[in-house]
């Protein structure tokens, strides 16, 4: 573990009745009494600063500074600090922190991030001026970029279970008059088997506190591991199966009223003005709002609202984008793609000479391939419920970013933010969506208006229409191949780079002449990030063009790879195994083909590989295997219920995922025009963790899904010939 | 080229709405149209509410009762104008015997009768359905019927 400068100490205290809080503290006299309210329960309970607190009754209760949107870290990063902390698991609870800046400080994301996760360097703003860090990330409480558990899970949590382990064991050892060395914790108990003394957590928690913090607290080692790399079940399951679970939209309060919401069609669009003549007659509608960039009905009740709403006629200003439609857009980038030639565009990565590579090369493969906008289309719709007045803001939603929503009702509203309360729920399916901050800002900016309570519900359309789309995107391909069909160099121009940012670069594949460049072709539609991010479109470039150089060489994908891979054996053991799994040399059946791809994102290294039959009018994937290595699942049922997940999504975006624009509006608006996968498509999916490095853990939320869309699309040119260069699946025909 | 491990996320530029900006604008328009607490039916004249009441019943006529002005017969007369209208005149029905031979003038209180009981005011008649009993009903279709044919 990294060394621990005098900025970075663990801080404890003890609540008055006993209760123990240990945390990973902020700057030392950092005040932190105003987290009290937000935390403790119990009454005079005083919290010092906490990631976890032992009560009286021996429970320990962790404070988990993430959210949960179905990816099963609230139970994850609890099981983490319960195995150092060596805790009972039947006596453990979890409490997910308030949005408070006290949870986060950028001097424990530097302090302690570097080291042990092994990044070179923190990120400063890049280019784009974003922040794109673990430290900051903390900062601001978000939960993405697959990082809960490798970042504060292997930090935070298990160092704060660590350092109250050993606080409790230094009591203990002080009040018995015994060596700490012949101390042992099991179970939420401390034992001194030589006189056979044991005790609760609880009756040393008081006098823990006292102790001297531990400067670097022992991490437990894999062979040691109680709860970490077990099974464990998720604590938030039941709940959500018996329809008991609080999501965003269920806030409820006295007095609260509904509003639906319309923003203007074309984005940059405002609203010049509204006829509500009728929704002013109609039942149940309280007021009619012109914002500005959008129009909302406030009633009594959310259906009521959307009817009021859908009679309000409103004329907007004339923009730009209102030219845009889909065929434009990709000529657009065609056409920067051309200007920029072999020279221009910014060049993210070069070694060699690509240029006299190729042009020297035996065998010359070009292609380019394109993919459309796509939307999150999370179950729960966009919603957030608001509150001001006199001088305060409540505000309850689901979001990724529970501090910036805090800051993003404060600055909106001009109340100061300790005025500002911001409650955060389960999120019906996050994806990236959810760290945005438009429809907190939305909320708040109707509740200013009426001043009682109002939930703001979007509706499917508007949910579909005004989204922050993961970006279309065209993406040119060069490679050159020796006679030996060895790849000596790889050339790839492609549009947009948003994050991460080595999304487009292959540092794992052994090609001696690389460069790769990119062009940055605005639009006036949003963007944002959605499950693996840049992944998602550089995944299936990347691994399709692979597959056409290996076909090119006359060899098959799998072998062509291994090659490639042929100096990391780490890499290559996750081919093999996924290659294994399928029985990749095993004949299929006519019409039936396999497709493998491999991508390493987020810290955790994928490979794929999809069986389709092709044999009726539309691919039907049967089969996806997933061998992947995170370093170390800390929870594997987790762990391949992420891969499982990021099959399914994956696998509705390379099917149908298409947002398409006309008239510089979104043509999709629900799922009978932007369908997903249904229960009878999911495939078969069976998933293989390698534990390859429990010292460096990667991400399990995005990493299964870049290679899937690859894997399948390879598969469809095994079975068929067809090589797919343009997603989704459901524009081609296959008849 | 180096591996460089870099932590990124499906978070946005954090250059967001966070900095520094102010409070958001007022609505550019604002229609209060009543407060929560206040009555749900919004108050209107006793008359409109009658027409509102007699047009939602029409749609029991409306099955077999065009309304339109110059509007096509269908299993029953159109009804547009038939205030004031002789029994039977409807320009191309085929009227049963019995209702023809009437000699009523559609009153108000003609018509209310009928509506009541068809083949009792006027045994013969071919309009088997449609009977309304309840009196506030009638009045409020009668309404309608009125209303209409005043345009």
Request: hydrophobic share 45%; charged share 20%.
């Amino acid at each position: 573990m990294g060394k621990w400068t005098r900025r970075a100490f663990i801080g404890a205290g003890v609540a008055a009745g006993g209760a123990l809080v240990v945390g990973i503290a902020v700057r030392p006299g950092n005040p932190i009494d105003r987290l009290s309210p937000l935390v403790a329960k119990g009454e005079g309970e005083k919290l010092i600063n906490a990631w976890v607190k032992i009560d009286a009754d021996n429970i320990v209760t962790a404070i988990v500074p993430h959210v949960e949107m179905g990816q099963g870290i609230f139970t994850s990063l609890a099981q983490m600090l319960a195995d150092e902390l060596d805790a009972d698991w039947s006596k453990v609870r979890i409490l997910e922190a308030p949005a408070d800046a006290k949870y986060s400080s950028s001097h424990i994301g530097r302090e302690f991030l570097a080291p042990n996760l092994e990044v070179p360097e923190i990120l400063e703003p890049t280019v784009s001026g974003s922040f794109l860090s673990l430290a900051t990330a903390m900062t601001l409480q978000i939960t993405g970029g697959s990082f809960s558990i490798r970042g504060t899970g292997q930090r935070a949590m298990r160092t704060a279970g660590a350092a109250a382990r050993e606080m409790l064991v230094a009591a203990a050892a002080k009040e018995w008059n015994v060596p700490a060395g012949e101390l042992r914790t099991e179970n939420s108990m401390i034992l001194h088997d030589k006189s056979s003394k044991s005790a609760t957590f609880a009756n040393f928690a008081a006098a823990a506190a006292e102790q001297s913090l531990p400067a670097k607290p022992k991490l437990k080692s894999p062979k040691d591991y109680k709860l970490m790399g077990k099974a464990i079940a998720r604590t938030d399951i039941p709940e959500k199966s018996n329809g008991s679970a609080i999501f965003g939209i269920d806030a409820d309060l006295p007095g609260m009223k509904y509003a639906a919401v319309k923003a203007a069609p074309v984005v940059g669009a405002t609203i010049e003005a509204i006829d509500a003549a009728a929704a002013k007659t109609m039942p149940g509608v309280l007021q009619i709002l012109n914002m500005g960039d959008f129009v909302a009905v406030v009633a009594d009740g959310y259906w009521q609202a959307e009817q009021a709403l859908a009679t309000v006629q409103a004329t907007y200003s004339k923009t730009e984008g209102d030219e845009l439609d889909q065929d434009a857009l990709f000529t657009r980038y065609a056409t920067m793609l051309d200007e920029a030639g072999e020279t221009d565009g910014d060049v993210e990565t070069e070694e060699g000479d690509v240029g006299k590579a190729f042009a020297s090369a035996a065998t010359k493969v070009e292609a380019e391939y394109k993919v459309p906008f796509l939307a999150h289309a999370t179950m729960e719709p966009m919603n957030c419920t608001a509150w001001v007045r006199d001088g305060k803001c409540d505000v309850w939603s689901g979001t990724q970013s529970p501090l910036m929503a805090r800051k993003a009702a404060a600055e909106t509203t001009g109340i100061d933010i300790d005025n500002v309360a911001y409650h955060n729920a389960y999120l019906g399916g996050g994806f990236g969506r959810r760290s945005e901050m438009d429809v907190i800002i939305m909320s708040t900016r109707i509740a200013m208006a009426t001043k009682y309570p109002v939930k703001m519900i979007w509706s499917r359309e508007e949910d579909t229409m005004q989204d922050h789309y993961r970006p279309s995107a065209t993406s040119r391909f060069q490679g050159g191949l020796d006679k030996d069909g060895k790849a000596v160099s790889w050339s790839n121009i492609h549009t947009h780079l948003f994050d991460p940012q080595e999304a487009p670069t292959v540092p794992y594949y052994n090609i001696a002449n690389h460069k790769i460049r990119k062009i940055d072709v605005p639009t006036h539609l949003r963007f944002g990030p959605w499950r693996s991010v840049d992944h998602s479109q550089h995944g299936y470039f990347i691994e399709s063009f692979v597959d056409e150089m290996a076909h090119a060489a006359g060899k098959d994908g799998y072998a062509f790879r291994r090659e490639l891979l042929a100096g990391s054996p780490r890499h290559l053991k996750v081919l093999d195994t996924a290659a294994k799994m399928s029985g990749w040399d095993n004949p299929l059946p006519e019409g039936h083909g396999r497709g493998i791809a491999f991508v390493p994102s987020f810290g955790t290294i994928v490979a794929e590989v999809a069986e389709v039959d092709m044999t009726g009018k539309k691919p039907k994937v049967t089969k996806v295997y997933v061998a992947a290595d995170p370093g170390f699942a800390v929870n594997p049922d987790g762990f391949a219920a992420q891969m499982e997940s990021s099959v399914a999504y994956g696998l509705t975006a390379a099917l149908y995922g298409e947002i398409s624009v006309k008239d510089g509006a979104v043509q999709q608006s629900n799922f009978h025009d932007y369908p997903i996968l249904r229960i009878n498509e999911m495939p078969d999916v069976v998933v293989e963790i390698i534990n390859g490095d429990h010292k460096r853990l990667g991400g399990a939320g995005e990493p299964g899904l870049p290679p899937l869309a690859p894997a399948v699309t390879n598969a469809i040119f095994a079975a068929t010939g067809n090589r797919v260069r343009e997603l989704p699946l459901s524009k081609v025909n296959f008849a | 080229m180096r591996a460089v491990l870099r932590a990124s996320a499906p978070i946005l530029v954090i250059a967001l709405a966070a900095c520094g900006t102010d409070p958001a604008p007022e609505p550019t328009e604002q229609i209060i149209v009543r407060e929560p607490g206040a009555a749900t039916v919004p108050v209107v004249e006793a008359e409109d509410s009658l027409l509102a009441v007699g047009k939602a019943a029409f749609n029991t006529c409306i099955a077999c009762h065009g309304i339109e002005k110059g509007g096509a017969n269908k299993v029953g007369p159109n009804l547009y104008g038939i205030i004031g209208q002789a029994a039977g005149a409807a320009e191309g029905f085929s009227y049963s015997e019995a209702l023809a031979s009437s000699g009523i003038t559609w009153t108000k209180e003609e018509l209310d009768s009928y509506i009541a009981n068809p083949a009792a005011k006027v045994p013969g008649t071919t309009m088997m359905a449609g009977a309304i009993t309840d009196a506030g009903r009638r009045e409020a279709i009668i309404a309608y019927i009125d209303a209409v044919s005043a345009n």
